[in-house]
């Protein structure tokens, strides 16, 4: 069984930067993707970006394109979201999210991951 745990939200003001981790542990042999969704309240949830086991990494949401950078330490098992010139409509809880999936340009939507972490809050000040 995955176990996902995010960390590095926080509280920033507008056009700062926060880096999020999520560290894999426990049976990851099924899992080849990692995903960030993102969650702000009263909204659904919405895929961010996802990176795979080969480097591949996804399309990145329009609103984030060109501010948010995925990566991956693949040996310790850590998956990065490295997040600048932040905006206040970023605010919501950051979700890390593990699977197996086939190739693709997309993220994907959540049905598609069965392990996920906890969360970690962002929210960004004007």
């Known amino acids: 069984q995955v176990h996902l745990v995010e960390s590095g939200g926080g509280s920033v003001q507008a056009g700062g930067s926060l880096r999020l981790s999520c560290t894999v542990s426990g049976d990851n042999i099924m899992t080849n993707c990692m995903a960030w969704f993102r969650q702000a309240p009263g909204k659904e949830r919405e895929g961010v970006v996802a990176i795979y086991s080969t480097g591949e990494i996804t399309s990145y949401a329009d609103a984030v394109k060109g501010r948010f950078t995925v990566s991956q330490d693949y040996a310790r098992k850590v998956v990065y979201l490295q997040m600048n010139n932040l905006k206040t409509e970023d605010s919501a809880m950051y979700y890390c999210?593990?699977?197996?999936?086939?190739?693709?340009?997309?993220?994907?939507?959540?049905?598609?991951?069965?392990?996920w972490g906890q969360g970690t809050q962002v929210t960004v000040s004007s």
């Open positions: 999210a593990g699977g197996r999936r086939h190739s693709s340009a997309s993220v994907g939507a959540p049905y598609e991951y069965n392990a």
